[in-house]
């Protein structure tokens, strides 16, 4: 990773003429729910250098410039609709000037609540600086946990800026503490993680139902616009790829790792490529053990090959080095950013993890969209067409569809979304080259061995008041005494059960239900009360995966997104 440093760093150096810079929107946020319907309004893809709603990598600037124009661009808004774009130009007002993000109860001189999206700004020719506070506070009641309510607890600070016209940083730290509901809690007993997080209970050799979390989450890059058509990023945090509510390509679902990602965005073409480093967590380590790391380097590049229609192709290696190599540390041959991986990997003999992938998004009648993905991490063309039960046959498709305005209400959108992933699929036989940080999925929380059956309903009956209903089913093949069906994508595939004879939901027969309605009301930008409602039903041939809860909070959140845990 210094190399990627060093790279950036010349970048920096020895760039010219550079436009404008500015952070990104965080991943999760409503802004992105906006973009997604504007597009469809508008009737024709947003240009790359807009923005691309594939890769999420949306700069505040950029967004900007497309709030401002959505009035001539999409005729007969709804008074939501209009209000979402005023939400869009107070949430960037360091680059939209709007009137409308001024505070009508600005300290005077001080640099106090200007902006109604800022509680500290300052903005002078060639810095801006913008400070936000953080707080998250839920009260939970849990039909499993008879022992204590459930709540969590976020308190921190954000900070973003801008320096000259080339660099940008943002900075997020918080101190949390929970006591878990009990879907949290399971996952905790049984991976030695919080999902999302990379909490590690050092001084607990048995995690205990008892236990209350305190730990520190932090976030951070800093970004520079290396000319017209690039721009770079070097940080912690996470990135999505993918149109779905789940990504089979990268999904944030895991927790925050190390990245450096290059976005080049020029005529049609979006271009990204994403170099990182994923940490090998082994459960009930102490701290005398340092927690090693592998590593990925991804590839993706989409085009709007019409208006209407956007095509991409994904590639990402994960692979490991250590002592048993000749030369350890990042391999310096993935660092090509227009090569492809699997050529290198089939050139050397290559142990390392090849996954690759398509997607695409159409959009049309300024009303619908359709989406898609498809994942393969290994495929025998002859195995395919004559034993398709064969083990390795590792593949994994998403289709989807977003329906904005339903039936002619304005403002209720319908998303209708199917994903599965065959046994083994993302596995390698090093599980140092698996797919996952953490203990936790780089794709799907599901892993691998399952179908997925989702249904989102988002409504905006008011301009600040947000519903939201999801709905998940889905069928999954558990593992038992150390047997491995292909579901866990940490284990060795070298650990399977058979080499053919393999099917979606082999093991143990395990389906679950969620039902997940929400209500969120906004009193001030970005400061919400919520009401979350969560149902969850798990049956299964064998009684100890069973379970039935149910799961109620109340929450105000400020300048955070809402938490949920949908998996």
């Known amino acids: 990773m210094r190399v990627i440093v060093r790279i950036f760093t010349l970048l920096i150096l020895f760039a010219c003429n550079a436009i404008a810079q500015s952070s990104y929107v965080p991943l999760g946020s409503y802004t992105m729910h906006v973009l997604d319907r504007m597009e469809i309004k508008q009737g024709f893809l947003a240009e790359p250098s807009e923005f691309n709603t594939t890769t999420k990598a949306y700069l505040r600037y ?5 709030a401002l124009k959505i009035d001539s661009t999409i005729p007969n808004l709804s008074p939501q609709d209009r209000f979402n774009c005023d939400y869009l130009k107070i949430d960037n007002f360091e680059y939209s000037h709007a009137p409308e993000s001024k505070s009508k109860k600005q300290f005077k001189n001080m640099g106090i609540y200007r902006e109604k999206a800022a509680l500290y700004s300052v903005q002078i020719p060639d810095f801006d600086l913008i400070v936000n506070p953080v707080l998250y506070l839920r009260g939970e009641y849990d039909s499993k946990r008879n022992d204590r309510l459930p709540y969590f607890v976020n308190r921190g600070l954000n900070i973003r800026g801008r320096i000259g016209k080339h660099i940008s940083f943002f900075t997020e730290v918080a101190e949390e503490i929970q006591s878990l509901n009990w879907w949290n809690l399971d996952y905790y007993l049984q991976n030695g993680v919080l999902a999302g997080q990379n909490f590690i209970n050092t001084n607990t050799f048995k995690p205990n139902e008892s236990i209350l979390f305190s730990y ?4 951070g890059y800093i970004a520079f616009q290396a000319g017209k058509y690039f721009d770079l990023q070097f940080g912690h945090g996470k990135n999505f790829i993918g149109n779905g509510y789940r990504s089979l390509m990268r999904s944030d679902f895991s927790t925050n790792n190390l990245f450096f990602r290059a976005n080049t965005r020029i005529w049609k ?3 990204t490529n994403i170099y990182g480093y994923l940490y090998d967590y082994v459960p009930l380590v102490t701290r005398a053990d340092a927690i090693k790391q592998h590593y990925y380097a991804t590839t993706y590049a989409n085009v709007n090959v019409t208006k209407n229609l956007n095509i991409g192709l994904f590639e990402t290696t994960v692979f490991s080095r250590d002592s048993g190599y000749e030369h350890t540390g990042y391999d310096l041959q993935y660092l090509n950013p227009i090569i492809f991986y699997n050529a290198i990997d089939n050139g050397r003999n290559s142990p390392d993890k090849n996954i690759l992938g398509i997607d695409f998004k159409y959009n049309f009648l300024k009303k619908y969209q359709l989406y ?3 994942v393969l991490s290994e495929m025998n ?12 046959q590792k593949e994994a498709y998403q289709i989807g569809a977003k329906l904005i305005d339903f039936l002619g209400v304005n403002n209720l959108d319908i998303q209708l979304e199917y994903n599965q992933a065959r046994p083994y699929s993302y596995t390698s036989f090093n599980p140092k080259n698996a797919y996952v940080n953490y203990r936790q999925s ?3 929380p599901l892993g691998a061995n399952f179908r997925e059956g989702l249904t989102i309903i988002k409504y905006q009956p008011t301009n600040k008041l947000f519903l939201n209903t999801l709905v998940s089913y ?4 558990n593992d038992t005494n150390g047997s491995n069906w292909g579901k866990n994508i940490a284990l060795s595939y070298d650990s399977r059960m058979r080499e053919f004879g393999n099917f979606i939901g082999q093991g143990v027969a395990t389906s679950m239900l969620i039902i997940a309605p929400t209500a969120s009301y906004m009193l001030k930008h970005n400061f919400f009360i919520d009401l979350q409602l969560s149902y969850r039903s798990v049956k299964s041939k064998l009684a100890i995966f069973e379970s039935e809860m149910l799961n109620l909070g109340v929450a105000i959140r400020w300048n ?3 938490r949920e845990c949908n998996y």
């Open 442 to 444: 780089m794709a799907h």
């Open 381 to 392: 063309i002859f195995k395919r067409l004559t034993q398709p039960d064969w083990w390795g």
């Open 216 to 219: 520190w989450n932090a976030s």
């Open 474 to 477: 889905s069928i999954y093949g």
């Open 372 to 374: 898609g993905q498809f």
């Open 560 to 562: 955070i997104n809402m």
């Open 62 to 66: 950029r967004i900007a410039d497309f």
């Open 269 to 271: 073409i979006n271009y």
